[in-house]
């Protein structure tokens, strides 16, 4: 168990929607990444936030958004969902002090878009 | 931007053989960390292995040993009396360092899927 959380596991929603993916860090971890994976493809960064605030920005749709919460809980936000958005999106947390901090990531949430 | 490469889509491996899956990468940083992550059907992200490159000894750990190659770039995995649990998608990861400033996210490469014959 890395400790890291994602809901919901499965989400399932038609074209044109609008959906929420949550993301819990492991204690003590201050930055979240966000990750889509399609499939049978890898993994492409999105976005990262440390500490309440955007540190570094990837390949993220301008229909996609995010936030980090006082409490350090993520939420990735997806709208005008289209086939192609259709992923697997994970969610990795790391503490990012001292010299090395590994990614922790939780288990995914798969979408699913119809 | 740094950049990783594995060019072998799918490899296979007899049970209880050994197998090295290839990576190769691009950084103009001289300090940073690579990763191999294992990815079985669950799809859950496992870290298998990692190698910080002011390093110069090959990361262990049990039947998985890495051969970094920093001047060439290059990171293979060697998995050693392979199991039908090994059986997985292999990604290939670079990680800049905390002092390099630069954003620290994994940079994945495309992975290779893993079959472990019987």
């Known amino acids: 168990d890395s400790g890291v959380t994602q809901t919901p596991k499965h989400l399932i929603t038609a074209t044109g929607q609008r959906v929420t993916l949550r993301c819990s860090p492991r204690s003590g971890d201050l930055s979240v990444y966000w990750y889509q994976q399609s499939l049978d493809q890898g993994l492409q960064f999105l976005i990262q936030?440390?500490?309440?605030?955007?540190?570094a920005k990837g390949n993220i749709l301008e229909r996609f958004s995010a936030q980090q919460f006082p409490d350090l809980h993520s939420e990735l936000n997806l709208s005008s969902l289209e086939l192609g958005d259709s992923a697997l999106y994970f969610c990795?947390?790391?503490?990012?002090?001292?010299?090395?901090?590994?990614?922790?990531f939780g288990n995914g949430t798969r979408l699913t878009v119809t | 931007a740094q950049t990783v490469t594995q060019s072998q889509p799918e490899m296979s491996v007899q049970e209880a053989e050994t197998v090295t899956l290839s990576c190769t990468y691009d950084?103009?940083?001289?300090?940073?960390?690579l990763f191999w992550y294992k990815q079985p059907p669950s799809r859950q992200m496992i870290l298998v292995i990692r190698q910080e490159a002011y390093k110069q000894q090959n990361a262990t750990e049990n039947r998985f040993s890495v051969n970094f190659q920093k001047a060439a770039k290059s990171f293979s995995l060697k998995i050693s009396d392979s199991q039908l649990g090994d059986a997985a998608m292999y990604f290939c990861a670079y990680r800049s360092p905390i002092s390099s400033g630069s954003a620290r996210q994994l940079t994945f490469g495309s992975g290779t899927q893993l079959t472990v014959l019987p």
């Open positions: 936030y440390y500490n309440g605030e955007e540190r």
């Open positions: 990795a947390s790391s503490a990012d002090t001292g010299f090395y901090s590994p990614l922790h």
């Open positions: 950084t103009s940083e001289s300090d940073y960390y």
